[in-house]
């Protein structure tokens, strides 16, 4: 079974920056993307960020040139590098394994809470 450990989460002031870890530990699929999603009060979940299977990168609009999505060389971690952070960013962020040729993500961290705040 695979599971996913989130990291890095906290309170931290608009304009700050935070960095977010996400370790995969157990069976690993052969080939899978991994994915940043946020919960935010009111709001479904949102996907922010995700490298897919092959490498490729998709930052959502709302985080686009603030966000960075970047793995480990042996792809067990997964970052999320948030700079210039906006009290909107407030929320739980999650990490999320989606398994090649699956639709849907199947393997989901705890979830880390991320405040912006002054």
């Known amino acids: 079974q695979l599971q996913l450990l989130e990291s890095g989460g906290g309170l931290v002031q608009p304009g700050g920056s935070l960095r977010l870890s996400c370790a995969a530990s157990g069976r690993t699929p052969s080939s899978y993307a991994m994915g940043w999603f946020r919960q935010t009060p009111g709001k479904e979940r949102e996907l922010v960020a995700r490298?897919?299977?092959?490498?490729?990168?998709y930052h959502s609009t709302s985080v686009k040139g603030r966000f960075t999505i970047s793995t480990d060389n042996a792809k067990n971690t997964v970052f999320l590098q948030m700079n210039s952070l906006k009290p909107e960013d407030t929320g739980v962020y999650y990490c999320?394994?989606?398994?090649?040729?699956?639709?849907?993500?199947?393997?989901w961290g705890q979830g880390t809470q991320v405040t912006v705040s002054s």
């Open positions: 490298i897919g299977a092959r490498g490729t990168i």
């Open positions: 999320a394994v989606q398994r090649a040729g699956v639709s849907k993500y199947e393997y």
